[in-house]
């Protein structure tokens, strides 16, 4: 895991090497004080001689200030490593999460991606930030002190060696406890960021409902149980501070102690006593520090899991080590393919299909909710792999094709569709970079969305809310069919692109399809017969498996279901 979170520190390795350089300089000249402080006392101010404490006086302030200088340029350099380590993580997260397919973000969850990218990493900033400075710096002044204290009096210094172990063993049993509680806590954070995206997504579908109370709820709940599991684990983190004041304490008084009774018998100064007393800070100080870092540390463990997880994960789909990077035509053929979302589930949702589209044709899919329409679709341009069989696009199974070039190929409308904020020309733009204003109203015509774009204040460059709030559903639809075309695709798949738009439009798209885009393969979806009516090829879906094909006549003479849905969508059901 350090392994692989260590790859991002890159440009960064030179600050994360000189903070604790600077560090490390800096107690030394911290350490040094008290020597210094403790020959001023006894060679200048016991002996009262002014000259010798002006001497020994600017060398105390000259280790001073180089103490601050070097301190100073430790923390710069350790602020800037930290950040930088952050934001190269954040990037390769982000990166990798773009390779993700449907699969992989289905595993993770958006709400749990969007924790981990956001204060995940800030733990982990915080907790690099401590070890490239407090982590390095607690053990150099420990080693230093300690040598120090022990050139004193290596008698009194003895008093150190018994608090370390007490200390030690106390610190483990806190960081044993409360490491599971941070891990649980972090989950919650998921939890968290899922009800208030969920919420904030469906504003509109939570206010209609007066489903407010509701809401705030389950947010409160989350929310408590957040704050239930971090009382716990920072009371087990409480006992720290108190451990470390009793070790303090102790050593100074056990100093004092034995310090008083050595001064009596001359066998010590009261300027070594008093930077015996400066060695006991330092040192305590510094395994305290310490343990502050383990803190750190712990916290972070559980994020820097996390986040490593998500720089692991491989994404499902990947290219073949020679992928194809043409694809022939716009023909479809699907060999007894078999698909399920998971390999849990029971009953597969594709059930042994076999079809085959020639290039150019219209084809038309109809079915009940949940026939599995939207799971057909989708294995064409690989938004996921097929469990059994295979699936062809121009001849050439879709796992041999770069996965750029197949989805250039093939454009899907997605059922859930979504636009983006930014104008309506960034909008269709998605479909290609490089289009030019020509392109995008060619396109819009085909769409049928040219007219009511025109009719906006600002035309084209009207400005689309997230998530296309300003604009109907009806028109969002058309959006998204323009921008799908822009590619140029060989193959235009429509999942229930047109279920908003009224039936005369519907059939003007249609239309326009067939004049202007002759050769490419069309594949529709539908809950209308008249959308898919006049289709070289209708497919009937019916749990996951084809109940029957052909076209309209024929399917009007040999499909019950086909029959019966005509009669209750054309005829009002009066038939
Ligand atoms: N991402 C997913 N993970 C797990 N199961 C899924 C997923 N998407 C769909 N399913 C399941 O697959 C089955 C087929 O769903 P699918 O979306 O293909 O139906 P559909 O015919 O497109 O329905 P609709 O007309 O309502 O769009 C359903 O039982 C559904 O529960
Ligand atoms: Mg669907």
Same mark, same amino acid.
């Given at each position: 895991?350090?392994?692989?979170?260590?790859?991002?520190?890159?440009?960064?390795?030179?600050?994360?090497?000189?903070? @604790?350089?600077?560090?490390?300089?800096?107690?030394?000249?911290?350490?040094?004080?008290?020597?210094?402080?403790?020959?001023?006392?006894?060679? !200048?101010?016991?002996?009262?001689?002014?000259?010798?404490?002006?001497?020994?006086?600017?060398?105390?302030?000259?280790?001073?200030?180089?103490?601050?200088?070097?301190?100073?340029?430790?923390?710069?350099?350790?602020?800037?490593?930290?950040?930088?380590?952050?934001?190269?993580?954040?990037?390769?997260?982000?990166?990798?999460?773009?390779?993700?397919?449907?699969?992989?973000?289905?595993?993770?969850?958006?709400?749990?991606?969007?924790?981990?990218?956001?204060?995940?990493?800030?733990?982990?900033?915080?907790?690099?930030?401590?070890?490239?400075?407090?982590?390095?710096?607690?053990?150099?002044?420990?080693?230093?002190?300690?040598?120090?204290?022990?050139?004193?009096?290596?008698?009194?210094?003895?008093?150190?060696?018994?608090?370390?172990?007490?200390?030690?063993?106390?610190?483990?049993?806190?960081?044993?406890?409360?490491?599971?509680?941070?891990?649980?806590?972090?989950?919650?954070?998921?939890?968290?960021?899922?009800?208030?995206?969920?919420?904030?997504?469906?504003?509109?579908?939570?206010?209609?409902?007066?489903?407010?109370?509701?809401?705030?709820?389950?947010?409160?709940?989350?929310?408590?149980?957040?704050?239930?599991?971090?009382?716990?684990?920072?009371?087990?983190?409480?006992?720290?501070? @108190?451990?470390?004041?009793?070790?303090?304490?102790?050593?100074?008084?056990?100093?004092?102690?034995?310090?008083?009774?050595?001064?009596?018998?001359?066998?010590?100064?009261?300027?070594?006593?008093?930077?015996?007393?400066?060695?006991?800070?330092?040192?305590?100080?510094?395994?305290?520090?310490?343990?502050?870092?383990?803190?750190?540390?712990?916290? *972070?463990?559980?994020?820097?899991?996390?986040?490593?997880?998500?720089?692991?994960?491989?994404?499902?789909?990947?290219?073949?080590?020679?992928?194809?990077?043409?694809?022939?035509? !716009?023909?479809?053929?699907?060999?007894?393919?078999?698909?399920?979302?998971?390999?849990?589930?029971?009953?597969?949702?594709?059930?042994?299909?076999?079809?085959?589209?020639?290039?150019?044709?219209?084809?038309?899919?109809?079915?009940?909710?949940?026939?599995?329409?939207?799971?057909?679709?989708?294995?064409?341009?690989?938004?996921?792999?097929?469990?059994?069989?295979?699936?062809?696009? !121009?001849?050439?199974?879709?796992?041999?094709?770069?996965?750029?070039?197949?989805?250039?190929?093939?454009?899907?409308?997605?059922?859930?569709?979504?636009?983006?904020?930014?104008?309506?020309?960034?909008?269709?733009?998605?479909?290609?970079?490089?289009?030019?204003?020509?392109?995008?109203?060619?396109?819009?015509?085909?769409?049928?969305?040219?007219?009511?774009?025109?009719?906006?204040?600002?035309?084209?460059?009207?400005?689309?809310?997230?998530?296309?709030?300003?604009?109907? !559903?009806?028109?969002?639809?058309?959006?998204?069919?323009?921008?799908?075309?822009?590619?140029? @695709?060989?193959?235009?798949?429509?999942?229930? *692109?047109?279920?908003?738009?009224?039936?005369?439009?519907?059939?003007?798209?249609?239309?326009?399809?067939?004049?202007?885009? @002759?050769?490419?393969?069309?594949?529709?979806?539908?809950?209308?017969?008249?959308?898919?009516?006049?289709?070289?090829?209708?497919?009937?879906?019916?749990?996951?498996?084809?109940?029957?094909?052909?076209?309209?006549?024929?399917?009007?003479?040999?499909?019950?279901?086909?029959?019966?849905?005509?009669?209750?969508?054309?005829?009002?059901?009066?038939?």
């Amino acid at each position: 895991m350090i392994n692989r979170l260590s790859k991002s520190i890159r440009q960064y390795r030179k600050v994360s090497l000189l903070a @604790p350089f600077f560090v490390t300089l800096e107690v030394i000249m911290e350490v040094l004080v008290p020597t210094i402080m403790a020959y001023l006392i006894d060679n !200048g101010i016991n002996k009262g001689d002014m000259n010798a404490i002006g001497r020994i006086g600017f060398i105390l302030i000259i280790a001073c200030i180089l103490s601050l200088i070097f301190g100073v340029l430790s923390g710069k350099y350790a602020a800037e490593a930290s950040t930088g380590f952050a934001a190269n993580l954040r990037k390769d997260m982000f990166y990798r999460v773009q390779d993700f397919s449907f699969a992989n973000i289905d595993k993770f969850s958006s709400s749990s991606i969007v924790t981990r990218l956001t204060t995940d990493i800030t733990n982990l900033q915080n907790a690099y930030q401590m070890i490239v400075r407090v982590a390095v710096r607690c053990p150099v002044m420990l080693v230093f002190a300690l040598i120090m204290a022990f050139n004193v009096n290596h008698k009194l210094a003895l008093v150190f060696l018994s608090a370390i172990p007490i200390l030690g063993v106390g610190i483990f049993f806190i960081m044993k406890n409360a490491h599971p509680v941070f891990e649980k806590v972090f989950k919650m954070y998921d939890s968290l960021n899922l009800v208030v995206q969920e919420n904030l997504r469906g504003m509109r579908v939570v206010k209609s409902f007066v489903r407010e109370d509701f809401e705030e709820k389950k947010f409160k709940n989350v929310s408590k149980d957040i704050y239930d599991n971090s009382t716990k684990a920072e009371k087990l983190l409480m006992f720290n501070m @108190p451990l470390m004041q009793f070790a303090m304490y102790g050593c100074i008084l056990l100093i004092s102690w034995f310090g008083a009774k050595l001064i009596l018998t001359d066998s010590m100064t009261t300027g070594e006593l008093m930077s015996m007393f400066s060695y006991a800070t330092q040192i305590l100080m510094s395994l305290m520090m310490f343990s502050m870092v383990f803190v750190m540390v712990t916290m *972070s463990r559980a994020s820097a899991e996390r986040i490593s997880e998500i720089l692991d994960e491989e994404s499902t789909l990947k290219n073949n080590s020679h992928p194809v990077f043409d694809v022939r035509d !716009g023909s479809v053929d699907f060999e007894n393919v078999f698909f399920s979302y998971s390999d849990t589930d029971s009953a597969p949702v594709l059930n042994n299909i076999s079809l085959s589209i020639k290039s150019g044709d219209t084809i038309g899919i109809i079915g009940g909710t949940g026939s599995s329409k939207s799971s057909l679709v989708q294995l064409i341009p690989r938004l996921f792999d097929v469990t059994g069989g295979t699936v062809r696009v !121009g001849g050439v199974d879709v796992r041999d094709y770069d996965i750029e070039t197949l989805r250039d190929a093939v454009s899907m409308v997605l059922q859930k569709n979504e636009l983006f904020s930014g104008t309506i020309k960034d909008n269709i733009r998605w479909g290609d970079e490089n289009a030019s204003d020509k392109d995008i109203e060619r396109v819009c015509k085909l769409a049928q969305a040219h007219e009511f774009i025109k009719d906006f204040p600002d035309g084209y460059d009207t400005y689309i809310e997230q998530g296309g709030s300003n604009v109907s !559903g009806g028109q969002k639809q058309r959006l998204c069919i323009a921008r799908a075309l822009l590619k140029k @695709p060989k193959i235009l798949i429509l999942d229930d *692109s047109t279920s908003a738009v009224d039936t005369k439009t519907d059939s003007l798209i249609r239309r326009a399809f067939a004049e202007e885009i @002759p050769d490419t393969t069309k594949i529709i979806i539908a809950q209308r017969i008249s959308s898919v009516q006049d289709s070289d090829k209708i497919i009937i879906l019916e749990n996951g498996h084809i109940d029957s094909m052909g076209t309209h006549s024929e399917l009007m003479e040999t499909s019950d279901i086909y029959r019966e849905l005509y009669y209750s969508q054309m005829k009002g059901g009066e038939e």
